[in-house]
Nanobody, 127 residues
Framework: VQLQASGGGLVQAGGSLRLSCAASGRPLSNFALGWFRQAPGKEREFVAAINWSGGRTRYDDSVKGRFTISSFKARNTVFLQMNSLKLEDTATHYC?????????????????????WGQGTQVTVSS
């Protein structure tokens, strides 16, 4: 699976951005798609994931209620809608895919290695 992330930018605290991840190369019916981020000097961390088949989602506690992950199957695209952005959301954001046959289950989250990665897109939140 090839992944192409886009949509990052500079936004003021409290603002919104929507990230997109376009997938190609093979059908996604047995995949989970996730978003991760890495801030300077910090380890990469899990943000959110969606089970492509069943649509179930998982979020890190730090973004619950502010971020929404969704899929647009006709375009093989996953979105991350980010609202109420905070300074600490500043990071390079990456989309990733993991082979996952659990159609009815919550997708893999923190600590589970994902198989395919796209290039990052920078999100910068200013005060």
């Amino acid at each position: 699976v090839q992944l192409q992330a886009s949509g990052g930018g500079l936004v003021q605290a409290g603002g919104s951005l929507r990230l997109s991840c376009a997938a190609s190369g093979r059908p996604l019916s047995n995949f989970a798609l996730g978003w991760f981020r890495q801030a300077p000097g910090k380890e990469r961390e899990f943000v959110a994931a969606i089970n492509w088949s069943g649509g179930r989602t998982r979020y890190d506690d730090s973004v619950k209620g502010r971020f929404t992950i969704s899929s647009f199957k006709a375009r093989n695209t996953v979105f991350l809608q980010m609202n109420s952005l905070k300074l600490e959301d500043t990071a390079t954001h990456y989309c990733a895919a993991k082979f996952f046959k659990g159609g009815a289950y919550i997708p893999p989250g923190p600590g589970v290695p994902y198989d395919n990665w796209g290039q990052g897109t920078q999100v910068t939140v200013s005060s």
